[in-house]
């Protein structure tokens, strides 16, 4: 009895999870947990986005880091200065000569314990090169995507867009869908700013006249300011401290009301902001964003803590935009958008109705079927298939799926095969009464007896849904996902909950069966 209490408190849950899907009205008398079930890009419409990853400026930027080192190796002076010339950085190779041929083995050997095995180096006399393996390669290109596709992930969080889904596509690159969402300019704007935030010393020793030349000393770069970009400003190369090192940064008002954006470090970052505040009192840094200064302020007084105030003329929503880059993180490579296309929310409500014309019709179908050929069994069936199409849609709407267009296929053809499920023990119960059993033997043998191939047939299914769902994407993955639920759902109620169906229906007698002819 408990066991049978426990399948009609299942399918009663499974139907009220469905509730506020397919009765929208009802959702806010539903707790948090039970909600309608997100529809995808195709069903409500909203925006689509491919972005590519830009992995050969990625690469340039390594090898540029690679170049830095090389260099900090062969010249550390605890290990000793290992004696140089000409290096250089030439497609992805840097390259030196040592100036000493028995130092050769020495740098070699230094180079290879610092970089590690990334690294393949090569010597012909006293030239040496150095470049990232072929496999470091790969797996750079690999992280990049993988933490493009987080970063862009909680960037469009931030911004409160609804069941976003993002995943990565041909190896480099990004399909990011918006349901909902019928400008996609400002979010573009957002997931296509590397926002590599830097902190680098103005050099005030520049001259009025390299300024005007464009020709910067060794070592500084003339940078445009973010909001005056014909306005230049000289600043060092050197990173004094990282925009890695940002634990969190919000939007803020300062002390007269403006919009300002207020940023956290690590412990790393902390102290090495209060060391570059207390060295250079009264010197101007320079707060870089993507290659362009935010602004340039004068160091008053050492700013021990890890805690900084950017300002630069935001209005409330560009510090709000600039909080969410920094705290999502920088990008490891820039992003282009190289396709974008809109739906349109009358083609979704038009494909909705189609596919609710669709499983409706299917499902009327099938339970005349069941009807015809069964009698009674068929009136059972019929309820526990609606029971079973509730079960998809709630279960499905619990996980957090979202339902698509092939999705909606996937319900669809669920219900057809869900069918098998009854028609096989009811085929069975058919075969013990004319071989002479009573109806309630053959109730418990045909169930007992055809279980076997109600298994094999559904967990085969299961199989390919859960194979679709792993090496496929898109469109594809939706269809996956509802036929996995459907699989687990026609296992319960069509074998279990017909079952229990049945057995009230018998109620412990040998009712006569009327689909049974000898």
Known sequence: MFKKLAIIF????????AVPTLSPKLAPYFPSWIQPIPLGLDLKGGAQLLLEVDTDTMLHEKSAQLYDDVRSTLIDRDKGVIRFSNLRNSDGVVSFVVRDENQVSDAKGRLKSVLGSVVDISSDGKNISVSYSEKAKTEMVQDALSRSIE???RRIDALGTKEPSIQSQGGKYILVQLPGVDNP????????????????????????????SGRAPKGTEFLPFMDAPEQKIPVYSRVEVSGESLKDSQADFDQHNLPVVTTTFDATGARKFAKLTTEHVNERFAIVLDGKVLSAPTIREPIPGGRGQISGGFTLQGAKDLAVLLRSGALPAPLQVIEERTVGAGLGADTIEAGKIASLAGMIFIMIFMIVCYRGFGVIASIVLVVNLAMIIGVSALLGATLTLPGIAGIVLTLGMAVDANILPFERIRDEIRAGATPLRAVEAGFHRSMKAVLDGNLTNLICS??????GAGPIRGFAVTLSVGV????FTCVSLSKVIIDWYMNGKNKKIGYVRN
Not at 10 to 17: H, I, M, N, S, T
Not at 186 to 211: C, D, S, W, Y
Not at 466 to 471: A, D, G, K
């Open 185 to 212: 300019e400002r979010i573009k704007e957002l997931i296509g700013q590397t926002a590599k935030m830097t902190f680098h010393l103005v050099n005030e020793n520049v001259t009025q006249e390299q300024m005007q």
């Open 466 to 471: 859960l194979v679709l769902f792993q090496f």
């Open 10 to 17: 299942v399918a009663v849950f499974g139907v009220l999870l």
């Open 151 to 153: 970063i862009v992930r």
């Open 488 to 491: 687990l759902t026609t296992l």
